[in-house]
């Protein structure tokens, strides 16, 4: 398919053609067996910085997925108490299957899945707040959402998926990990679901549980402490990473400290903190053996955290509370501190081991902690005043925030009040009513939103504040359709093209089926392209193209149930408005093809050039049918015409 799509490629964008034939290359390059890195397995550092031992345990489990004489093994489990490495095995088994994949099984995936509403801290429960699936439902679509499956699958009701699922997992063979299923409610179907099913398709299923049910037989395998001699191999790789002195651990104090956590690596992990702050190792044994763990663990992120400076400590919580990957920016806007404080905030946690270093997530380095501290700093600090403050922006970036019943009203009291200023263009005292808004509710986007249409009504135009201001409402997940048409047209008027598509596209990304916002960003797009095409034609083309993409999803929104999305805040109660923005899209639709006809003409692709004309008669053809008495449909086949389309 490949080499098949690079030879088309060669005559017509022979860059692509390049790339696809170094993506070809990789594919089968004689020195990589590997699957591709799956983007469901998590970072190693959230769930074990260095692997240490498990060797009988991973033979077991290679053995099991190995071995044909297993063949009917379809699914396996990892049982054993909490904090005793269930999770970390199945992870390092799981990489060591992604990268060396065995033969004859033939996988294509490792599928990571993680039931987690809760971690084991010191001798209790805390809870999750977003486990990756809570049922049988949540899992089956994170599941396909692995395998690529399309969105219209993900819509489809439960029974329809779950024989999707099936089919995915036929077709697409692959290792499956659900970690932690003793999570879900014992009445719960998702276990059961894969148990009994797994067994019809060409996958294979490992679960990580406390339990160990009836229904596996034979087919688990117990997991316990670390043995003596891995405990001992564990404490001297956190003594390196610690920068503890290893004279003063000596073999008798390292099995001691083994016997004292039962072999756990979490325990022991924990006990070698009081060390890193001033306990020595037989003060550390004593005092977990006194409180049997809790009051421990809790002491020694105490002492961490009084060694910090206080952005540090800022920082470190604000990575605690957002919970998964975190840029450098949400956490300045979650700590109200510049990015370079937080920089060196960082390098401080980084020098005492308590962030890892940063991951490019979406094309962003960004950090995340690692589960047991993160748990612990929340089950310390996650009540404490500079927690409260950093709560409502966690939430707000996280798409969670919900103003109540008496905020809201009073939100509306501030909007209103803005509004009524402005209209009488008393912009000063509508803007003071803004601030005080949100000086009182610094976290939700329509106060910001309104803030920024206010700069751009200013007389004159605000621009470089209202342009911070939507900034600023997007970053808060807004998802009010006005506030990103406001900022398009701000960005229009400054022929800013390329900010006038970003802001169309930041509102898609939360109203996706925004009739308007296409529109948006497919004329700006367009728009750019004109700048470009006598200059970049390559780079025109591609915008061209682009702006074609949107525009036409944007045509076929209009059609949606004969009427239009009820999420368009333009369009819905208004004919005349409807009448207009038909008109819009129609317009800009036919004047993109108009100009990727010309573009095709000035790189001599005559076929293309073509096809494009007639788009340009069938787009205004399909106007006319929509809008018969539309003027600005009579001008510009008047001026087409002339032109000779």
Request: with cysteine; hydrophobic share 40%.
């Amino acid at each position: 398919m490949l080499n098949s799509a690079r030879y088309v490629l060669q005559y017509i964008d022979p860059d692509t053609a390049q790339e696809l034939e170094q993506l070809r290359d990789g594919i089968f390059s004689a020195n990589s067996r590997s699957l591709p890195d799956d983007s469901t397995l998590p970072s190693r550092e959230s769930i074990v910085s260095t692997f240490v031992g498990r060797r009988e345990e991973l033979k077991e489990l290679h053995r099991w997925l190995r071995d044909p004489t297993m063949s009917d093994y379809y699914l396996w489990l990892l049982a054993g108490d909490g904090g005793k490495g269930k999770t970390a095995i199945a992870y390092e088994f799981a990489t060591q299957i992604r990268d060396e994949p065995p033969l004859h099984l033939q996988l294509e995936a490792v599928i990571w899945a993680s039931a987690k509403a809760r971690r084991f801290l010191g001798g209790q429960t805390v809870p999750l707040e977003s486990p990756e699936f809570a049922g049988l439902e949540s899992a089956i679509d994170w599941i396909l959402r692995a395998c690529a499956a399309p969105d219209y699958v993900l819509a489809l009701p439960l029974t329809d998926k779950r024989s999707e699922c099936l089919e995915y997992l036929t077709e697409c063979p692959s290792l499956v990990i659900l970690d932690d299923v003793d999570t879900l409610t014992q009445q719960d179907e998702t276990v059961s679901f894969f148990v009994q099913n797994i067994r019809a398709t060409r996958s294979r299923l490992l679960l990580t549980s406390r339990r160990i049910p009836a229904l596996f037989g034979s087919s688990f395998t117990q997991v316990r402490g670390l043995s003596e001699e891995d405990g001992l191999e564990f404490i001297s790789t956190r003594l390196d990473m610690y920068g503890l002195s290893t004279h003063q651990f000596t073999k008798k104090l390292g099995r001691r400290i083994v016997n004292t956590c039962d072999g756990s690596p979490l325990f022991m992990e924990d006990l070698l903190r009081l060390c890193r702050v001033g306990e020595t190792p037989g003060q550390a044994i004593t005092l977990w053996k006194k409180y049997k763990g809790e009051a421990a663990r809790r002491y020694a992120l105490g002492r961490e955290y009084e060694l910090l400076t206080l952005p540090a400590q800022n920082v470190l919580l604000a990575c605690a509370l957002f919970g998964g990957y975190v840029s450098l920016e949400d956490i300045s806007l979650i700590t109200e501190l510049s990015e370079d404080a937080c920089h060196e905030a960082i390098q401080e946690l980084q020098g005492l081991f308590l962030v890892p270093e940063p991951h490019v997530v979406r094309n962003l380095p960004r950090f995340i902690l690692n589960t047991n501290t993160r748990r612990l700093v929340i089950e310390v600090y996650g009540d404490g005043d500079a927690a409260r403050r950093m709560k409502g922006m966690v939430r707000a970036l996280s798409g969670k925030s919900q103003a109540t019943r008496e905020s809201r009203e009073l939100l509306s009291r501030f909007i209103r009040r803005a509004d009524k200023y402005a209209k009488h263009e008393n912009f000063e005292a509508a803007h003071d009513t803004l601030i005080n808004g949100i000086k009182r509710f610094p976290h939700y986007a329509d106060l910001y939103g309104k803030l920024g249409w206010l700069y751009k009504s200013w007389r004159p135009v605000r621009y470089t504040d209202a342009r911070n201001a939507f900034t600023q409402a997007a970053n808060l997940n807004s998802a009010n359709e006005d506030m990103y048409w406001h900022w398009w047209t701000l960005e229009t008027r400054q022929k800013e093209w390329t900010s006038a598509a970003e802001a169309a596209e930041k509102g898609l990304a939360l109203i996706p089926h925004s009739v308007s916002l296409l529109y948006a960003a497919g004329y700006a797009c367009s728009l750019k392209a004109k700048d470009l095409q006598y200059t970049h034609i390559g780079r025109a083309e591609r915008e061209a193209r682009r702006a074609e993409s949107y525009l036409r999803a944007a045509r076929d929104g209009l059609s949606v149930d004969g009427g239009l999305p009820n999420s368009d805040a333009y369009l819905t109660g208004s004919l005349s408005r409807r009448r207009w923005l038909v008109g819009l899209i129609y317009r800009a639709i036919v004047l993109n093809y108009v100009r990727l006809a010309r573009i095709m003409n000035s790189q001599s692709e005559y076929h293309s050039e073509r096809y494009f004309r007639s788009r340009v008669g069938e787009a205004l053809d399909e106007w006319s049918l929509k809008d018969p008495d539309d003027p600005q449909l009579l001008v510009e086949r008047q001026r087409l015409s002339y032109q000779g389309f």
